[in-house]
């Protein structure tokens, strides 16, 4: 076994991927490392959310190779189910299963895919809701509670399988302005201990401070990855420039 | 013109004797339908195209052809066939009753997985996600986040196939059972008082259906209790 | 299949009554299902109950007792009425067509009450909204923004009320319309076949509903054109 400290935890080679006959994905060369932070950013349809998807086998690639922590995703199931029980996903909207109450939203994987039994999953949920800053709201339902609270709990339910990686999908661009500061104190904690993240996001404050690297999509390929200081202040793309006009001018 | 109060007295008690006739053609076939709906329903999301077409045939059948036409070929049409006849299911197809319920759970059968299937299309993609990055397998999927919130979704449309089967019973006096409706035609017949008789029978039925809707609405109210935002 | 010879001419003139019954009911049914949600969507408290119980009636009601209830009823009422006017009239009968049109028409326009009915509240206020600050009268909105999204909504559940007219019409029968099931019953005494004649039944009004079907999903897909493909 060769070293694994030195091994990229995620490797993308040369990925492409199609929906019918729009190409989404174009030649993707990607490697993250254990315990970077990626913000990947870009104009709607570069493929961003696509990219991610694809690591988590929510969206199958076309061409090219994937390989999570040395587990290289194909057909295989168990090959599948293995890498999703080292990557965790948060969603632009939530998902938190509306028939279940908070803390059972993050006991039922624990239970049906770790087997975990219940008290066990139990005390991990509630030691997870304790890290967002939610531990009263364990027994309501998730429509009681307001948006940034229900992406919180959707942080501590990706956590509580522990993984390796955890995709973030524009976490906050579903939220109120007022709410957006409590997910993204809880992902900068996060990024802090250490946990290896991709975050597609268009929040550049949490990109500047928090990213070890962004990364720029546009039209399904990677444009441009540097350091943030690099990557804000001398983009070396015509387009990249042109997107942070955009973005950066209100 | 006279409205014979009378009548209508002393016919209710009658065609009440019928009630229990009427409830059993309804829970029966309702059972028995339900269960061949779900079976219908996973042969549609099986996968696999056989099981799919086939359902999907039969749906469509027993869809598109009168519910009456249904029961006649079963208790008229089949005894035609010597094979039928011979067979361990005539003590079962020789009588009206069980043709009748046969009938009425083949169609309810059709109607309501079509039913199921609408409310397993309207759980949220989303939700089915959040359950495959968790790492949960598809059966798992189905059952824990499927299965409750499909049942939610369905409840108001299946109820109201609760309520069309219970008058699709009334069909059953047509080959000679005596349920509310078969009794309430052999007074009529011997009253010539078709106006009394029949306007009784209607809101005798119009109660019954009154009472399947609160009983679903509580039914409702209990499992949609987590869609409501009681602060 | 020689069995059938000579019933050729009369099955066909049965599917005829089928047809005239759907064109006659399907008017009246749209009928009664406008006026009725235009009740309910009215004001007038007086109105919402009139309709209200209209549609409690007849959703509550199995089909074959309204069917029964009008071909009597009326003619005893029509008896009645006559006889005002003439005292030697004995009975003044009610032709079945007719009775059995307006029973099917009056229960399917209760169930397309609540289609219009949700049609009407479903377009978006957001439209109406904009057409009021750009200045539209309440007609021009009613007609360019009201109706086309309106009928866009209710068509798949019109599209169900249609199939429903087509299989009550069997029940029709019931009270003497030769329609195909009443021409089955007769050639059943003849041949003695009763299962290839009442599949003879199911086929044609499986006819009828594949039309039907496809004629709506075609009507959709024409209503769609201009909402579908969007990225």
Known sequence: MTDNNSRPLIQMIKVDKFFGSFQALRNIDLEVQKGERIVICGPSGSGKSTLIRCINRLEKHNGGEIIIDGIELTDKVEDIDAVRREVGMVFQNFNLFPHMTIVK?????????????????????????????????????????????????????ALCMEPEIILFDEPTSALDPEMINEVLDVMVDLAKEGMTMICVT????????????????????????????????????????????????? | MSFDLNLILDSLPKMLAGFGVTLQLLVVSGVLGLILAILLLLMRLSGKFYLDWVAQVYIYIFRGTPILVQIFIIYYGLPQFEAIRDSVFWSILREPTGCAILALTLNT????????????????????????ALGMSARQKFIYITTPLATRLALPAYSNDVISLLKSTALASTITITDMTGIARTIVADT???????????????????GIQKLFGVFERYLGRYARREE | MEVLTGWWDDYLWGAVIVAKVFAASLLLMILFGLIGAAAKLSDSRVAQKIANG?????????????????????????TAIAKVFDPDVRFVDVPPFWAGTIAIALIVGSYATETFRGAFLGVKPGSIEAARALGMSNLQTFIYIRIPEMWRIALPPFGNHMLSLVKDTALI??????????????????TGKPFTMYILVGIIYLGFSTIITLSVMGIERFGNRTTVGAR
Do not use: W
């Open chain 2, 192 to 210: 010539y008082a078709p106006y009394e008789v029949f306007i009784s029978l209607a809101i005798v039925y119009m109660i019954f259906t009154f």
């Open chain 3, 173 to 190: 029968s019931i009270i003497g319309l030769n329609e195909t099931l009443f021409v089955a019953k007769q050639a059943i005494t003849v």
């Open chain 2, 109 to 132: 059968g059709a109607y309501v997985s079509e039913i199921l299937r609408g409310g397993v299309l309207g759980v949220d993609k989303g939700l089915l996600e959040a359950g495959s």
């Open chain 1, 202 to 250: 268009h929040e550049m404050g949490f990109a500047r401070s928090v990213a070890d690297r962004i990364i720029f999509m546009d039209e399904g390929e990677i444009v441009e990855q540097a350091r943030p200081t690099e990557f804000f202040d001398n983009p070396k793309s015509e387009r990249t420039r042109a997107f942070l006009d955009q973005i950066l001018s209100h």
């Open chain 1, 105 to 157: 939203n993050l006991m039922i994987a624990q239970q049906l895919v770790r087997k975990t039994n219940k008290d066990e999953a139990r005390k991990l949920a509630m030691r997870y809701l304790e890290r967002v800053k939610i531990p009263e709201q364990a027994d309501k339902y998730p429509i009681q509670l307001s948006g940034g609270q229900q992406q919180r709990v959707a942080i501590a339910r």
């Open chain 3, 54 to 78: 209209y549609t409690v009636i007849f959703r509550g009601t199995p089909e074959i007792l309204v069917i029964l209830l009008l071909y009597f009823g009326s003619a005893i009422v029509l």
